[in-house]
């Protein structure tokens, strides 16, 4: 079954914990997948990232931005 991973600096990043969580259909109730659960220090990192990362998406103009969005 699919594990889905946090995202961390434009990448996918597995994070430090093993432990998983069921992602599940809200129409069917069946499990469709697992998602990754983070620690502290994973959260941490990832807002860390998006704070680095927000003065260039600032400065980034509204169509480049809808691009990337979309």
């Known amino acids: 079954?699919?594990?889905?991973?946090?995202?961390?600096?434009?990448?996918?990043?597995?994070?430090t914990?093993?432990?998983t969580a069921a992602v599940t259909n809200p129409?069917?109730?069946a499990v469709t997948g697992q998602v990754a659960l983070a620690s502290v220090?994973?959260?941490r990192a990832v807002i860390d990232?998006?704070?680095a990362a927000f003065p260039?998406?600032?400065?980034?103009?509204?169509?480049?931005?809808?691009?990337v969005i979309f």
């Open 27 to 29: 129409a069917t109730g």
């Open 1 to 15: 079954m699919a594990v889905i991973s946090h995202w961390l600096n434009n990448k996918s990043y597995p994070g």
């Open 56 to 67: 260039a998406w600032r400065d980034t103009s509204l169509a480049k931005r809808t691009q």
């Open 41 to 43: 220090e994973d959260a």
């Open 49 to 51: 990232a998006a704070a």
């Open 17 to 19: 914990r093993a432990d």
